[in-house]
Structures are given as structure tokens and as C-alpha cells.
């Protein structure tokens, strides 16, 4: 059963017991690590502390010229305080996020960051010290946490809707953004009956404006959180549903109709979290006898209308979905066979071992059929991760994604590639980047009226010169290599998600 949200009590009763789950003692998933000085290695200069709370620099131009008709801001977020106070964290996702907008005039590109200034980063700088439990990283000595965005370090996403640039975190509010200072500002209040409950990193935006996200609430009672929000960014409808237990699930999948959430087996043990042994992270067990639940979710409703099961696998993103006539979903997602490679190797490469050991992720396809039935495809060969597709084919079929891919190398940092997919038939297209430089998220920017009319935009970290740079591919032509190079004086920390925003 479904509980609907006429009040904030009905939503706040599931988080009420977070104060205890967050108040963790123990320094399980803490680190001594040196800070900043060792982590800048060649190797592992991609997660060291960013070289300056704020940064602006023009690029210069290393190769092409950028395209007279892409103008806008790329607006990237990622973690980029790893160090601070003498204390590094043990985990790429724990850092405090920094916003970083890539301006194209037409005549140039200049680059803008800032870290955000959340609570939880000015409470520290109060303290003096880390304090704050972290994703995965328990800071020696830490103080409790009372509620999610306590901890909240706005590091994974940036959305841009209704006259607001926001970052995006995954266990609590989104923050407000000052788009001309980059400066942090107040937490979202969508609506009393949902403040300051999780707002996921990668909500939907539909062709008309309105905006879906989900939310994952750990407990004491677990549930999903569904939003709906309309293009001028006033909450709709907002509804709840039990999960237990509740697997960890990042991102879903809109279509015309329905919301598509894949809960994959590394599920939080509520008592394992308030036992005060381990980070949050370490409070998952992976447990592959449960099988990947799905549920779909009507979107005029957000009630639960269908559940599906399929094998245990686990994933971060998915590409799209989309709905045919029947009622068949079709998606797409990067899956891989456990959560190694963020248990372990995100964990290896803070601590400067530069290896990537575990199985990645891999472009698949699901089916869920209406009579319940489900099935995944088979694994398009090699590592694929950050899918993006051509945003106006959100909820309907599209023809292709943008994601980073493996170049065979083995172990090391997975992704040397920026391909082009096809669903159903794997890569047709693709660009390897020089053997020291590191590709990040590419986004898709349109230009004409068809699907992949249009540029391929994404930044790189060059570990040999040290410093970032940003390329422009053409989309259908991404073999023929980047139309337009640029790079800055300085580097930039790996970060996560973006988004281009034209003007």
C-alpha cells in the first residue's frame, strides 16, 4: 500500500529515526591518509583537494575552434575537498562538492568554480577539524548528525529548472545556487510536508517542464520518496513507498507514463548503521539471493503499479526508458555484477594504488513486460558508465547514448573512451583519448531537430601536463575526434555530473 502526503508528519515519520542511524562512534571507514601532497601524484592528482576555493580562468585554445552555434554554460559538480584539516577522506564520493560552469560565448570558453560553502563545511570550519560523518569515511572524533542534510555536501549533480541552478546530493536537499557568485545559498523547501527529506542526483524533466525525482529514505521505516514538480518548480503531488529492505537505488527511468526504480541487492542494514561500527557505506550488504526488484510507478499517482524481479546485479545509471503499446518498458542501464568497484576500488584509488581490479559496469538492456515477466539482455562487451542520451528523448525511444568506455587496457582507470550505443545493437562509434589524459561525463548539446543533430561536450584531466581541459565533439562524428580543445592553467578534481544549459 501507497500512504499519500497531505502533511509533513507522514513524510518526516520515516526519517525520524535518522538522528540515531547517523550517530555513529566508531572509526570503521576512516582514514589517516596524508592530505593534499601525497594525493597529488601523477597518478592520483585526479582525487586530490582542488588548489583553490575559487577558480576563473579563460581556456586557452589547444586545437580547433569552438562551434559559432553552441553558446551556454556546461555546469559540472563533483567532490573536491578531499583534504582538509590534516585529514583526508578514505572514499572519492565523501569530498565537499564544487560547482564549475564552462562559459561558451561564441568567441571563447572561460572556466568558474567555487566549493560550496554548505553547513555542514562552515560547521568544520567552526570546528577546526573535520567533524561530519562522511558517505564512507567516519572523521576521528566526529559529532552526531541530527538530520540528512547535516552531512549534505551538495557533490554529485547540478539541476537547472524553473529559474533555479541547484547541486545535488543523494541523501538530502537540493541547495540553491547563486548562478553569478557560484555561491551556495539556502536548501530547497519544495513544500513543508518533504523539507529536508532526500532529493535524489538525477530527477527527469519532461518535454512540458515538469520535473520527477525519487528519494531514498533509510529508515527507521525504509521508503521511497516520488516527486512531482511542475515547470515552475511548485511541488504537485509528492507520495511514499515502503521498501524493506531498502537497496541502494541512484537513479530510475520516466516514461510516457510510468516511473521505472531498479533497487539492486546492497541493501542498508538499519541496525548494522546504528550500532556506531561503521560509515553508512559499510552499513550495505550485499545480498544477491534478493534478486533486483523493480517497481513502476504511475506518474499522475505515484502509486506502485507494478513489481518486477530479475537477477542481482548493481548499478548506478541508466541511460532511458521507454513504454510501447502494450504496456512493455523498455531501459537501459550500466550494470555490474556487484559493488566492488565502489566498496573497493574508489576506496584503492584515495589511496594513491591507481587500480581498478573489480568488475565494471557494462551497457545492457531490461524488458519488463506487463504480465509481470522480465528479463536482462545480454552485456555490450567492455565497460561502459556516465550513459547520457539526447535530453528531449527522455520517457520516449531513443536511438543512441553517449557514455565513457573501457579501451581494453585492463587495470587502472576504466574509461579512456567517449562511444556512441545503439540500444539493441552496442557501440557504432567511438574516440580514445591519449593514454594521460582522463574523460569525464560527456554531455549531449542539441543543434537541429533530429536525435544526435548536435555536439558532445565533456572535460578531461591531462596528468601529465596537470591541468584540465574541455573537448567538443561532433555527435554523430565521434571518431573523427574533437572539433574544438581547450585547456586551463590548472587542475580540476574527477568530478561526477553536469549539465549544458544554452542561451
Not at 543523494?170 to 513543508?192: C, K, N, Y
Request: net charge neutral; glycine share 12%; aromatic share 8%.
Amino acid at each position: 500500500m501507497m500512504k499519500k502526503l497531505p502533511s509533513r508528519r507522514d513524510v518526516l515519520l520515516a526519517t525520524a529515526g535518522l538522528p540515531a542511524l547517523f550517530a555513529a562512534r566508531a572509526a570503521v571507514g576512516a582514514t589517516d591518509a596524508p592530505a593534499a601532497t601525497s594525493a597529488r601524484q601523477s597518478r592520483t592528482i585526479g582525487f586530490a583537494s582542488v588548489v583553490a576555493e575559487e577558480l576563473s580562468s579563460p581556456l586557452e585554445t589547444s586545437g580547433g575552434r569552438p562551434p559559432a552555434g553552441l553558446t551556454g554554460i556546461l555546469w559540472r559538480n563533483g567532490p573536491a575537498e578531499h583534504d582538509r584539516f590534516g585529514h583526508r577522506y578514505g572514499h572519492w564520493f565523501d569530498g565537499d562538492g564544487m560547482v564549475q560552469a564552462f562559459a561558451f560565448t561564441g568567441a571563447g570558453v572561460a572556466h568558474r568554480g567555487r566549493v560550496l560553502d554548505t553547513p555542514k563545511r562552515r560547521r568544520e570550519t567552526r570546528h577546526g577539524k573535520r567533524v561530519v560523518p562522511a558517505f564512507a569515511t567516519l572523521p576521528p572524533g566526529h559529532t552526531q548528525v541530527l538530520a540528512p542534510d547535516d552531512m549534505n555536501v551538495a557533490n554529485t549533480s547540478i539541476l537547472a529548472h524553473a529559474g533555479r541552478l541547484m547541486a545535488l546530493w543523494e541523501g538530502g536537499s537540493a541547495l540553491e545556487i547563486d548562478p553569478e557568485t557560484l555561491a551556495a545559498g539556502r536548501f530547497v523547501d519544495w513544500a513543508p510536508s518533504v523539507a529536508g527529506v532526500p532529493f535524489s542526483a538525477h530527477p527527469k524533466i519532461g518535454r512540458d517542464g515538469t520535473l520527477w525525482n525519487i528519494g531514498c529514505v533509510p529508515g527507521p521505516r525504509p521508503v521511497l520518496v516520488f516527486y512531482r514538480i511542475d515547470r515552475a518548480g511548485r511541488l504537485v503531488k509528492a507520495n511514499v513507498a515502503p521498501v524493506a529492505p531498502l537497496g541502494m537505488a541512484h537513479d530510475f527511468v520516466m516514461t510516457a507514463r510510468h516511473l521505472v526504480v531498479m533497487l539492486a541487492p546492497f541493501v542498508l542494514e538499519p541496525d548494522l548503521l546504528a550500532s556506531g561500527r561503521v560509515s553508512f557505506l559499510d552499513a550495505h550488504d550485499w545480498r544477491p539471493a534478493l534478486g533486483t526488484r523493480v517497481l513502476t510507478i504511475d506518474r499522475d499517482t505515484l502509486e506502485v503499479k507494478r513489481r518486477h524481479e530479475l537477477p542481482p546485479g548493481f548499478h548506478f545509471h541508466h541511460g532511458n526508458g521507454w513504454e510501447e503499446a502494450d504496456g512493455t518498458i523498455r531501459l537501459d542501464l550500466c550494470q555490474a555484477p556487484g559493488p566492488g568497484f565502489v566498496t573497493r576500488d574508489l576506496r584503492a584509488a584515495m589511496r594513491g594504488e591507481g587500480r581498478f581490479s573489480s568488475a565494471h559496469p557494462s551497457y545492457r538492456q531490461v524488458v519488463l513486460e506487463p504480465n509481470g515477466a522480465a528479463r536482462v539482455g545480454p552485456a555490450v562487451p567492455g565497460a561502459a558508465e556516465f550513459p547520457r542520451i539526447d535530453s528531449r528523448r527522455t520517457g520516449i525511444r531513443h536511438d543512441m547514448v553517449f557514455a565513457l568506455a573501457d579501451g581494453g587496457e585492463g587495470e587502472g582507470w576504466p574509461f579512456s573512451r567517449v562511444v556512441r550505443l545503439e540500444p539493441g545493437n552496442g557501440e557504432v562509434d567511438s574516440w580514445t583519448f591519449p593514454g594521460h589524459r582522463i574523460p569525464e561525463e560527456h554531455v549531449f548539446v542539441p543543434r537541429g531537430e533530429a536525435e544526435g543533430d548536435g555536439w558532445l561536450v565533456g572535460s578531461f584531466l591531462d596528468v601529465r601536463r596537470r591541468v584540465t581541459g574541455l573537448g567538443v565533439f561532433e555527435a554523430m562524428r565521434l571518431s573523427d575526434g574533437p572539433v574544438w580543445e581547450g585547456v586551463l592553467p590548472y587542475p580540476l578534481p574527477l568530478g561526477l555530473h553536469g549539465t549544458f544549459v544554452k542561451s
